[in-house]
């Protein structure tokens, strides 16, 4: 079976270059598992849009930034959350999910990268992402 890559994920993140100021930068299908991956960026951001054995996800970063935020810590950003909460439902890492989440968001997003607001935002993004590995996975000893 071929891989579908293109025909299914592509597409739902179309609207990042149709009116919306991004460029598709890179493009990449696997053979295996039916993976693939696209980056996309504007003169702010880079949004990387992956398929991993059928789970789609992206994450976001500043241009000539190195700390990536997945679709989980941009919502808690946007909702203005102190602190990690295990979320109540496991997500579904549906193509639908995410390019709707950030189509319907992306303004709001943007705004958190804004040259002026951007260290905030790494560092509550990066305090969210430490808080978030200590529920998951327990909280390392730090000697």
Request: no cysteine.
């Amino acid at each position: 079976m071929a891989n579908d890559f293109l025909t299914t994920v592509k597409p739902a993140f179309d609207f990042l270059s149709q009116g919306r100021g991004y460029h598709l930068a890179h493009e990449e299908v696997s053979s295996s598992f039916d993976n693939g991956s696209l980056i996309y960026e504007s003169s702010g951001l880079r949004i990387h849009v992956t398929r991993d054995r059928g789970q789609v996800s992206f994450d976001v970063r500043a241009r000539g930034g190195f700390r990536d935020y997945d679709e989980e810590i941009l919502r808690l950003l946007l909702a203005g959350s102190k602190h990690y909460a295990r979320p109540s439902s496991t997500p579904d890492f549906a193509v639908d999910t995410s390019a709707t989440f950030l189509r319907d968001r992306l303004s709001e997003i943007e705004h958190l990268f804004e040259r002026s607001l951007v260290e905030e935002t790494s560092l509550k993004g990066e305090a969210l992402k430490n808080e978030r590995a200590d529920v998951l996975f327990g909280k390392a000893s730090r000697a």
